[in-house]
């Protein structure tokens, strides 16, 4: 029951995850991404029900159901579907960062950016913040690649600091 299919970013985060942590449900999924990259990818939890279908159909992930009770989906990832992860982690890209920022939205439709400023700034500092303890609670123990994208995580609220601090003034 294999066919080809396109595979997406959401795609090779269903595989990363399942990869990095086992067997997992699309709940399990949807846990994972608010608790790692959730600050720095967004997506629609309604595709961390659907993707695993998707990719267990292509022979990218396996799936088990349980029994009885409510008949949960397992997934598992496949050769295949190692394949492509590390196909696709070998690939460097030139995509820039896309910016969704509902503030900024505002200011460009004409909102006061002073105004904004003062709900934006506290906002980030309590974003650094949390950034920052959790590089001093797990920083030793973090494995390199969530490392450097909490670094990354850190530099980007330092600048939305002094953005928005040159805003407020």
């Known amino acids: 029951m294999s066919s080809e299919i396109r595979l997406t970013p959401t795609s090779y985060i269903v595989l990363g995850l399942i990869e990095g942590g086992g067997e997992a449900t699309p709940y399990d999924l949807k846990q994972a991404v608010a608790a790692s990259l959730g600050d720095f990818w967004s997506l629609q939890h309604a595709q961390l029900y659907t ?4 990719l267990a159909g292509a022979g990218y992930l396996k799936e088990r159901r349980e029994e009885g009770g409510r008949r949960r989906r397992h997934y598992a990832i496949t050769a295949k579907g190692r394949e492509a992860l590390r196909d696709w982690l070998a690939e460097p890209t030139e995509e820039l960062t896309e910016l969704r920022d509902l503030a900024l939205l505002k200011v460009f439709f004409g ?3 002073k105004a904004m400023a003062a709900a934006q700034l506290p906002a980030h500092e309590r974003q650094l913040a949390a950034y ?20 990354a995580g850190i ?3 330092r600048i939305w600091i002094e ?3 040159k805003q407020s003034g």
């Open 51 to 54: 993707e695993p279908e998707r």
């Open 111 to 113: 909102a006061d950016a």
């Open 132 to 151: 920052e303890e959790l590089r001093r609670d797990f920083g030793k123990v973090m494995p390199k690649g969530p490392g450097i994208t909490l670094e």
């Open 155 to 157: 530099a980007a609220e």
């Open 163 to 165: 953005f928005w601090s």
